[in-house]
């Protein structure tokens, strides 16, 4: 058995894909629900109530896919440029703090409406740095930004932590750690009443059609497309690599760190060490599921919220430990490799 | 008569559509040296694929001294003596070549290695047909023409009667090339039988005993070597009279491009030593060399990509400094590279991103690229540049080689630039595709353009060259005029041989 480069790829297996891939991890992961003890039928019913079973589980769902969407996009243009942006829960959570200091020190007392896109920037620049700093290295010394922006995750939710344990640490909770919030002026307005839901859903929808655009219609998504796909051709080409770079960066790390942001400004209003459940790494997922096409990050972030919204749903009513959502969005990701090698190849025999 | 060795009869083998093997049977005997010849796609290596049991055909099949061996099974082909030395050689750079041709030899479980009887094996087998290499050197350091003796070593220690050699002279230099057919005769006289498939015909006359045209998957044709000739063999394998066209003298125009000592270091290596060279309009210089010899830089300094480390470019009668490619594309440079696939396209995007990937300030408004013009422009280029195979939206790696060779022709030719730079324009070529990029270069070349031709192709250099240059060691020589020229002052000037400004004209 051998494997062979397929001459085209039909749109249909391309759209196919996903859902295929998609199928495939539920079956993998019905087995283990078995193993729980579980009727497998019932579980999967189960989450699709926990995700769209009232208004409020809606709203939750949708609320989840927001940050998804952002750390999805974030990931889909970088790796597209053929940059390994791994970093976006550090990113995140940088956004995250930078909003929050901004919004308890600086801004405090403008309108809201001021406010709200001064804190959102900020959030934005701070994930822009956290990536410009390994894309430095890695331009200057060839540092694999792999290695670099994986690690400096940790760096930075520890230098979070650090933060919200001393200087941004707010006096009024009680000794908990968690940082002083944004103004309640300055915080996102709710889409539906009393739901988490806010209008921070529509700016990451926003952002995917901004983002289509600009890798389907400038000269900067062409260039960066051609970098990705063959640098050295690129560079023959007259594409300035390292400028595409830093701009790919800037809008990789800058959506990351918007990411969180918006979660400070839309859910919590201030930042603990709690506020991501992996929203970055998750994003990663997102962005291979959606085979980083930007429209695609929306539905790839909505599967894996309804995945983890109704899991949560599934664990209450029949007992199976919440982490099947997990090994299912894993297991997607895997699963969608995989179909993503069959689409580009063919088995012969 | 010979004792047959080999024998494979109606072996057939589709992918897809296209029929790669149609009903081919050929014997081969002992003692015999057999040339399979035809284009690329033709289904020479389908059909050794199939020998070597990596394809299983669909119809026919193949036996060794009378055998029939099991489809499908290189294994079993080994075992029958079958060798095979692949145009991309499968040895590890990192092992010593002993090491190398005992891998594949022992047990993986055995836990002791018989390093002193296969030493003196492979000590035997190199004596008997003069394939000196040392056993101790690492495969990393060797030359090209070294690592393809290992190769054949590595059959001959698995004690292959046969061999079959995949265009062994893709990647040799032209005295390698030569060392390689007195070892390729030598074996035969000691009783080995060898197929070597090719496509240049010079190779095929010189080494072969028998010759076998496939065109299109067909057998077209079988020939004794010397009850043949070159243009018997062409005709045979084009299908159709081709013929590359020549030169007309002309005068050549003002002085284009002038550059003075420049030398050029690349990761701390002169890669070019204080070169001088003169480029008229309307004329063709041919810069004549052995691979690896600066040529790449040379070509890299014109397109843009490398700095100058000393030296002076003139361009237009003043100096530029360094170019950026940016500057070599608006200043009228036309830029065909050496590899295609790496830099001269990008296969995955399509083919209209392609045509205008390196002028796309031309095809875009306010950063936003315009497609129906950038789509019109690659439809131009596919209609005066006759490229095959693809329309402006499908994927440029679907092009085959001569195709996408006259796409990044036709990106540069049909905006007139006033120079072109073609390094190695035809290499890898079938015979249609290279007339078609000679005549190309050649229509420049009427129209004004001044072309630095940079190959090592000499029939090629001579064919289409006013004047020629060699580079040996990032040095290059003075040039000559191609009417004084002959192959074996080039050859001389290849190795080396010239006396500073001897004859320059």
């Known amino acids: 058995m051998r494997f062979e480069r397929r001459e085209h790829r039909p749109t249909a297996l391309v759209i196919a894909t996903p859902l295929i891939a998609v199928a495939a991890a539920l079956g993998i992961a019905g087995i283990l629900i078995a193993l729980a003890g579980a009727p497998v039928l019932e579980a999967y019913w189960k989450i699709l109530v926990g995700a769209f079973g009232s208004k409020l589980s809606i709203t939750e769902t949708l609320t989840r896919a927001t940050p998804l969407i952002l750390t999805g996009l974030a990931a889909a243009v970088a790796f597209r440029a053929n940059l390994w942006n791994i970093g976006g829960e550090g990113q995140f959570y940088l956004g995250a703090i930078a909003t929050a200091a901004v919004g308890a020190h600086l801004t405090a007392g403008l309108p809201g409406f001021v406010q709200m896109p001064i804190l959102m920037a900020s959030g934005a620049v701070a994930g822009m740095i956290l990536l410009l700093l390994p894309l430095w290295l890695r331009l200057r010394f060839s540092v694999d930004e792999v290695v670099t922006t994986l690690l400096l995750n940790f760096v930075a939710i520890l230098f979070v932590s650090m933060l919200i344990d001393t200087v941004l640490k707010d006096p009024m909770a009680f000794g908990w750690p968690q940082s002083e919030a944004v103004e309640r002026v300055a915080r996102l307005p709710k889409l539906v009443d009393r739901s988490r839901l806010h209008i921070g859903l529509l700016v990451a929808v926003a952002f995917a059609f901004i983002v289509h655009f600009i890798q389907s219609r400038t000269t900067f998504g062409l260039r960066s497309r051609a970098a990705g796909l063959n640098a050295r051709g690129a560079v023959f080409a007259g594409v300035p690599l390292a400028r595409t770079l830093v701009l790919v960066a800037m809008l990789s790390g800058g959506l990351a760190g918007l990411a969180g942001s918006i979660e400070v400004l839309g859910v919590k209003g201030y930042v603990t060490t709690d506020l991501s459940p992996g929203y970055g790494y998750s994003g990663i997922v997102v962005a291979m599921l959606a085979n980083l096409h930007p429209i695609g990050v929306v539905l790839a972030a909505l599967f894996t919220a309804v995945m983890f919204v109704g899991a949560d749903g599934m664990s209450r009513s029949l007992g199976i430990p919440t982490y099947i959502a997990d090994v299912t969005v894993a297991l997607s990701l895997i699963s969608m490799l995989v179909a993503v090698f069959f689409t580009q190849y063919r088995v012969r025999r | ?505």
Do not use: C
């Open chain 2, 1 to 505: 008569m010979r004792e047959t060795v080999l024998e494979i009869s109606g072996v057939s083998k589709r992918f897809g559509d296209t029929l790669a093997n149609d009903d081919i049977s050929l014997t081969l005997g002992k003692g015999e040296v057999v040339a399979l010849l035809g284009e690329n796609g033709a289904g020479k290596t389908t059909l050794m694929s199939i020998l070597f049991g990596h394809y299983v055909p669909d119809t026919g099949s193949v036996a060794v001294n009378g055998e029939v061996l099991a489809p499908g099974k290189p294994r079993a082909a080994i075992r029958a003596g079958v060798g095979m030395v692949h145009q991309h050689f499968s040895l590890a750079p990192n092992l010593t070549v002993l090491e190398n041709v005992m891998t594949g030899t022992e047990s993986l479980f055995s836990l002791a290695s018989d390093t002193k009887s296969a030493r003196r094996k492979l000590a035997d087998i190199a004596e008997r047909f003069g394939l000196a290499v040392n056993p101790d050197a690492r495969v990393g350091d060797l030359s090209v023409g070294e690592q393809q003796r290992v190769e054949i070593l590595k059959a001959l220690y698995n004690d292959a009667k046969i061999l079959v050699l995949d265009e062994p002279t893709a990647v040799l230099t032209g005295p390698e090339a030569e060392k390689l057919f007195v070892t390729l005769k030598e074996m035969a006289a000691q009783g080995l039988s060898l197929i070597f498939i090719s496509h240049k015909l010079d190779e095929v006359m010189a080494a072969a005993d028998r010759v076998v045209v496939l065109r299109g998957g067909r057998q077209v044709a079988e020939r004794k070597a010397s009850e043949t000739s070159k243009a018997e063999l062409a005709e045979l394998m084009v299908g159709r009279k081709v013929e590359r066209p020549v030169r007309e003298p002309a005068t050549p125009g003002p002085v284009v491009l002038e550059a003075v000592g420049i030398t050029v270091r690349v990761d701390g290596v002169d890669r070019l030593k204080s070169v001088d060279f003169t480029l008229h309009a309307g004329e063709v210089l041919g810069i004549i060399g052995v691979s690896g010899n600066g040529q790449a830089t040379l070509a890299a300094l014109l397109s843009g990509t490398v700095k100058r480390a000393s030296g002076d470019l003139v361009l237009f009668g003043r100096g530029v400094g360094d170019l950026t490619v940016a500057e070599a594309i608006s200043e009228g440079i036309g830029r065909v590279p050496e590899d295609r696939n790496g830099e001269g396209a990008i296969g995955e995007m399509a083919i209209w991103e392609n045509a205008v990937l390196e002028r796309i300030s031309d095809y875009s408004r306010h950063g936003l690229v315009q497609r129906g013009a950038a789509i019109n422009f690659a439809s131009q280029i596919i209609e005066a540049f006759d490229v095959r195979g693809g329309t402006p939206t499908s994927r440029t790696r679907l092009l085959s080689g001569g195709n996408m060779q006259k796409l990044i022709l036709g990106r540069n030719l049909i905006e007139h630039p006033k120079i072109l730079l073609a390094a190695q324009p035809a290499r890898g070529l079938d015979e249609g595709a290279v007339a078609a990029v000679h005549e190309r270069i050649l229509e420049a070349r009427r129209a004004g353009t001044a072309v630095l031709l940079i190959s090592e192709d000499l029939d090629e250099v001579m064919a289409l060259a006013d004047r020629i240059q060699a580079i040996v060691g990032g040095r290059l020589s003075p040039p000559v005029a191609a009417e004084n020229a002959n192959t074996q002052m080039l050859g001389l000037m290849m190795a080396g041989e010239w006396t500073e400004n001897a004859d320059a004209v």
